[in-house]
């Protein structure tokens, strides 16, 4: 087999190779911009051209991802409106201009909506022609051999006693075998392999799509909401059961899914020694959920990380704590509060904080109406000689720390104040015979007096535990995971799998032996073009073995050598 170098001209080479490479990619061919002809019909074509042009596509990708960037170090409005309050509070001459870029409502504002529609356009734009080109592509066949193979940067020849069309039906059906879509054109046979490849590309872009929709329309409905619910209480999804609640611009009421639960017990247990002492290993709710108005009620848990699926609907468990219950007494005896008392925890060991308040219902020793507040700090593993943080996060020896107050708390003044905070404005500490503020530890079981006959608080031997659940609502994020994947897939397939073609010619020379001629083009000039080219004639010269010169002594004829496959001169295969 030998390797032969074409002599022709330049300009007949390129424009035999520019043919025999036609529609490799459905990739728009690259034009000189010129300046638009005067008119608004000028204006606007020129302006689809630049948008629907792929360099733009990816210019606006960046300018989005760079547009997130303020979204997510910024407070924003519809995610936390008291971070939002503070960041104002604090920065005085920045706020003003955050507010009039939009930056407190990063992905609501005007600019960022122009990029993201824009960025829409553009994908949909390159997407439509090239899918009608690929899809014409596929109806049509390989283009035939070019006139001069030797142009190719993959080429080999040699000569065969073999019939010409015998080597074209064997070139025909070893390609078929490899999986080359193949047909015979003339005195030759074209094939083409790698369609994957464009399936990727198209694939990838319009995973792309799916993926912006997705997320706009996840960011326009969402909603999510945090509930702390006791041991015995239970949960309506409903916007008033909320603690807290965010949601989408254009989320309504009648967006959530119906539903109810209640907790009927949380158990966690820990790690009691080793480096990991107080890690949770058991950390689960057991509730009673119904869905719908006369939904039956079912029996089940949820883990952390195992969220409970309703509808649309996810309900994750996301904190614990302990909610002491408290009975409370006037000086006559009569009851005035009892309740459990969910307390916040401030580490993971379950120090926690909050507060008790008593807004009706009591009389002070005068007989005059008033109301209690109570500072409560509990630790539900008290060591003796330190009072600031339990040792362990479960009950091995629970503490209850009260500091008692009465007067006027402040919640019938018509501004909002946490239930786990106590506002002392108005409020004076009950003081002891020697003057000091009223403050002790009390043990499960114990009662509290309060001085002067005002009454006693009992820390009851029940102790309940709470669950915190966050109940999120995030459409669309099936078809982003699906679009996700899809993208990676077809960004892989666009990077690994390679197009390309390979033409085999047999024609009769002058002296009456066959001439059979190989050659291979891929999109990208690879090295692998010329590797599979070298496997494909090792085959096809097997069935079709070399002819001995008329000079060669006939017992070298027996002897065939390995066929090898070298670019042609001047191609460049990297």
Not at 158 to 178: D, G, I
Not at 271 to 297: F, L
Not at 351 to 357: M, V
Not at 551 to 574: L, N
Request: a negative charge; hydrophobic letters at 40%; one cysteine or more.
């Amino acid at each position: 087999m030998s390797n032969t170098t074409d002599k022709a001209g330049p300009a007949a080479g390129e424009e035999d190779l520019d043919a025999a490479g036609s529609q490799l990619s459905t990739a728009p061919a690259e034009e000189l911009s010129s300046p638009p002809s005067l008119g608004v019909i000028g204006w606007a074509r020129w302006f689809w051209r630049q948008l629907t042009s792929m360099r733009v596509a990816l210019l606006l990708l960046l300018l989005l991802s760079l547009g997130a960037i303020p979204g997510s170090l910024i407070p924003q409005t519809g995610i936390d409106e008291t971070k939002v309050a503070e960041f104002r509070k604090t920065h005085e001459t920045l706020a003003p201009i955050y507010d009039k870029l939009g930056l407190f409502n990063v992905y609501s504002s005007v600019w960022f909506s122009a990029i993201y529609i824009l960025l829409f356009v553009s994908l949909i734009g390159c997407i439509v022609p090239r899918t009608w080109q690929f899809v014409g592509q596929l109806r049509g066949r390989p283009p035939g051999a070019p006139r001069r193979l030797t142009r190719l940067p993959a080429y080999t020849t040699w000569r065969t006693e073999a019939e010409p069309e015998q080597v074209r039906e064997a070139a025909l059906a070893l390609l078929k075998k490899r999986r080359f879509r193949a047909h015979l054109s003339g005195d030759a046979v074209a094939a083409e392999k790698g369609y994957l490849r464009e399936v990727g590309n198209l694939a990838f872009h319009i995973a792309l799509i799916v993926m912006l929709v997705a997320f706009a329309w996840g960011q326009l409905f969402k909603s999510e909401g945090n509930k702390l619910v006791v041991e015995g209480d239970g949960f309506s999804n409903t916007l008033t059961q909320y603690d807290d609640f965010k949601s989408g611009s254009l989320f309504t009421q009648d967006d959530l899914d119906p539903f109810s639960f209640s907790l009927k017990n949380f158990t966690g247990t820990y790690e009691p020694s080793g480096p990991n002492r107080g890690t949770p290993r058991i950390y689960k709710a057991d509730i009673t959920y119904s869905v719908g108005a006369y939904g039956k009620d079912k029996a089940t848990s949820i883990e952390v990380n195992e969220p409970l699926e309703i509808g649309d609907s996810k309900v994750y468990l996301v904190s614990h704590g302990y909610a002491p219950v408290i009975t409370i007494r006037d000086g006559k005896g009569n009851e005035v509060f009892h309740d459990a008392v969910p307390l916040l925890p401030l580490d993971g060991n379950v120090t926690s904080t909050g507060a008790i308040k008593v807004m009706d219902g009591y009389r002070n020793a005068k007989g005059a109406w008033e109301q209690l507040g109570f500072q409560a700090f509990f630790l539900p593993s008290y060591v003796k000689g330190n009072e600031l943080a339990s040792q362990f996060p479960a009950l091995l020896n629970p503490v209850l720390n009260l500091e008692a107050y009465h007067g006027e708390l402040g919640v019938n003044a018509g501004i909002p104040q946490s239930v786990y905070q106590l506002n002392k404005k108005n409020l004076k500490g009950f003081k002891d015979a020697k003057g000091k503020q009223v403050r002790e530890n009390l043990k499960p079981g114990e009662t509290m007096k309060l001085p002067n006959g005002a009454g006693t608080v009992t820390f009851e031997k029940e102790i309940k535990e709470w669950a915190g659940f966050q109940v999120a609502r995030q459409p669309a994020s099936g078809w982003a995971f699906a679009g996700a994947l899809t993208a990676i897939f077809g960004l892989a397939a666009s990077l690994f799998i390679q197009r390309r073609r390979v033409w085999v010619r047999a024609v009769r020379g002058d002296d009456g032996i066959t001439v059979v001629e190989m050659a291979g083009l891929g999109r990208s000039e690879s090295a692998k073009v010329p590797e599979e080219l070298g496997d494909l004639a090792g085959i096809l010269y097997d069935q079709a073995p070399g002819a001995p010169d008329a000079d060669d002594d006939p017992a070298d004829s027996e002897a065939s050598p390995d066929p090898q496959v070298a670019p042609a001169e001047g191609a460049d295969t990297k």
